[in-house]
């Protein structure tokens, strides 16, 4: 997706059953914005670059700050530069 600042990618794999979800989104030097991680209707546990960003329902640590529900989805704002949003089970 071409912006003002580069181009923004993005790739995702979705597991056989939903039992996993992986989002890499890889964005220009000067560029931020807001990513939507899908919960596909269960409480998730999900980890930025690694690191808990969200667990039991609320942000957990630096990774999850600003995160919060919309739908059912969590949102991220302010995103920047590679980052790999990821739960499992």
């Known amino acids: 997706m071409p912006v003002p600042a580069g181009t923004i990618s993005v790739r995702w794999r ?3 059953g939903d039992d996993s979800f992986v989002l890499t989104v890889l964005a220009p030097e000067g560029a931020s914005g807001r990513v939507a991680v899908p919960l ?3 409480d998730r546990t999900i980890a ?22 919309v739908g059912d989805a969590i949102v991220f704002d302010g ?7 990821a739960w499992a089970g």
């Open 14 to 16: 979705r597991g056989a």
């Open 40 to 42: 596909l209707h269960k």
């Open 48 to 69: 930025v670059d690694g690191r808990i960003a969200w667990h039991n329902g609320r942000p957990a640590g630096e990774a999850g700050r600003g995160a919060h529900p």
């Open 79 to 85: 995103v920047s530069g590679t980052r790999t949003f």
